[in-house]
């Protein structure tokens, strides 16, 4: 894991980020990082990760990048990219994080952004 100097950017590599998902699995109380899963846990992929993501943009997975610009009353963005930009500023003014894997591939972005506490509690650190 690199962090950008910004300490609100982390960059990850695919198998970085695999590695975190792996680790972490589906309880009643929502995602958990544990050592051991328990019987009956189902694991996380991206998928199910999507859920507690506030925004993304990913070639795996829809994040409904307007549905998103909507519901953050933001206005005036042309395409798709700006956008985006627009979402990541909005967070990005209030603590939360750029999650991004570096895939090498320009043309699909994968872009997640967090709410620090989640990734605390998901022990991100801890697994990379």
């Given at each position: 894991?690199?962090?950008?100097?910004?300490?609100?950017?982390?960059?990850?590599?695919?198998?970085?980020?695999?590695t975190w998902l792996d680790s972490l699995c589906e309880l009643p109380s929502g995602p958990a990082?544990?050592?051991?899963?328990?019987?009956?846990?189902?694991?996380?992929?991206?998928?199910?990760?999507?859920?507690?993501?506030?925004?993304?943009?990913?070639?795996?997975?829809?994040?409904?990048?307007?549905?998103?610009?909507?519901?953050?009353?933001?206005?005036g963005a042309s395409d798709d990219a700006q956008a985006w930009q627009e979402i990541k500023a909005f967070y990005q003014e209030r603590g939360y994080v750029l999650l991004e894997v570096r895939t090498g591939d320009q043309d699909e972005p994968e872009e997640w952004i967090f709410a620090p506490e989640l990734?605390?509690?998901?022990?991100?650190?801890?697994h990379l």
């Amino acid at each position: 894991m690199t962090t950008s100097p910004d300490a609100l950017h982390l960059i990850l590599t695919p198998a970085q980020w695999q590695t975190w998902l792996d680790s972490l699995c589906e309880l009643p109380s929502g995602p958990a990082a544990l050592a051991e899963r328990p019987r009956g846990a189902e694991p996380v992929d991206a998928y199910t990760l999507s859920a507690y993501a506030e925004a993304l943009q990913s070639a795996e997975v829809d994040g409904e990048l307007w549905d998103t610009y909507r519901d953050l009353e933001l206005e005036g963005a042309s395409d798709d990219a700006q956008a985006w930009q627009e979402i990541k500023a909005f967070y990005q003014e209030r603590g939360y994080v750029l999650l991004e894997v570096r895939t090498g591939d320009q043309d699909e972005p994968e872009e997640w952004i967090f709410a620090p506490e989640l990734l605390r509690l998901l022990r991100l650190n801890d697994h990379l």
